[in-house]
């Protein structure tokens, strides 16, 4: 059977962390300070935003949360972060995703300065990550990492498969796992022979957004397994992209949903913040 890693007990040793740091600022009369932005009424948007704006808190940031209608038009949007970015008491700006329709996401992303952009979404930090050369790490990716530092397994020279190639999670949760040696081959919907190359890997991420997507068979025995997905099973219930039941049993490591990678995307959120307090100080 194998050792859950839980991301909720290592997400609370990052904050805590971050905490002391924030208090070390505190005595330079720096506050780190976060502007979420949201656009629109939807439900699981809401429920993140109000999960940043209590992480603010419970380390110490300031947050500033600006909820706008869902009709906002690209210029109201476009402006506020122009403003935003010139704001000094604000050193980390987050636009939640996905955004009405009617709005351009690349250019929202485009538009946030990138010494401000925490969520490492901008095309300047992306840029920076592939060359290894990075002040950012984008959060859920910098957290899959995290949890496997926390659990002493080794990247290098192992055979890493990463289901997933979005900009958010996939493409840079790949680069982080070869900036650390790792042997990685990207999967995604048109990947032929997926169960094959999947049962292969000494080390699997799954950011599908699939339930239960990642059967028994599809995994090596002794694999560490990094699920990423945040789904409803038939029942409603929270799940990930890993049929947990079927392949815990034949991983060495695995993290659970709820309460494995989740927690650490706002745990690398807050560090990401903290970095950007430090930078806008010059310190
Ligand atoms: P996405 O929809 O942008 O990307 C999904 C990827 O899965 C695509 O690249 C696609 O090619 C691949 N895919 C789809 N069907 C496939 C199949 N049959 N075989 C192989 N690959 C297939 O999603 P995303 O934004 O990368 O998110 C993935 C999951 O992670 C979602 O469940 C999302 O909710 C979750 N998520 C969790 C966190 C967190 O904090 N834990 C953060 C971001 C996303």
């Known amino acids: 059977m194998a050792t859950i890693i839980s991301g909720k007990e290592v997400a ?4 805590a962390e ?9 005595e330079m009369g720096i506050t780190p300070g976060l502007a979420v932005i949201i656009v629109g009424d939807d439900p699981a ?5 109000n999960n940043k704006k209590k992480a603010c808190e419970e380390v110490g940031f300031v947050s500033e949360e600006y909820a706008l209608p869902a009709e906002t038009t690209q210029e109201e949007l476009l402006a506020l972060i122009h403003r935003l970015n010139g704001k000094p008491d604000i050193d980390g700006i987050l636009c939640q995703l996905p955004l009405p329709k009617h709005l351009d996401e690349k250019a929202v992303i485009n538009a946030i300065d990138p010494t401000k952009d925490v969520d490492a979404f ?21 957290g899959v990492m995290e949890l496997i530092h926390s659990a002493g397994i080794e990247v290098s020279g192992k055979n890493c498969v990463v289901i997933g190639r979005s900009n ?30 999947c049962a292969a890997a000494d080390i699997l991420v799954a950011a599908v957004g699939k339930p239960k997507f990642v059967k028994a068979d599809m995994v090596k ?10 789904n409803r099973d038939e029942n409603g219930k929270l799940c990930g992209d890993v049929d947990f039941d079927e392949v ?20 690398m959120l807050m ?13």
């Not at 609370?12 to 904050?15: D, G, N, S």
């Not at 796992?177 to 081959?185: A, F, K, S």
């Not at 989740?262 to 745990?267: E, H, L, Q, R, V």
């Open 122 to 142: 901008h095309p300047s930090n992306v840029g920076k990550i592939m060359i290894g050369d990075y002040d950012f790490l984008p959060c859920t990716p910098a």
């Open 168 to 197: 958010i999670v996939g493409k840079p949760m790949a680069m982080l796992l070869l900036h650390e040696n790792g042997t990685v081959t990207i999967c995604h919907s048109r990947t032929k022979n997926l169960k094959e190359i």
């Open 18 to 26: 971050i905490k002391k740091d924030c208090e070390a600022l505190d």
């Open 45 to 49: 948007s809401r429920v993140y935003v």
């Open 271 to 283: 560090k990401n913040t903290l970095k950007a307090a430090k930078l806008q100080n010059n310190l």
């Open 221 to 230: 025995e002794g694999a560490v397994v990094l699920d990423v997905g945040i």
């Open 12 to 15: 609370a040793k990052v904050r």
């Open 248 to 267: 815990a049993p034949k991983a060495s490591f695995i993290t659970p949903v709820p309460g494995g990678v989740g927690p650490m995307t706002i745990a």
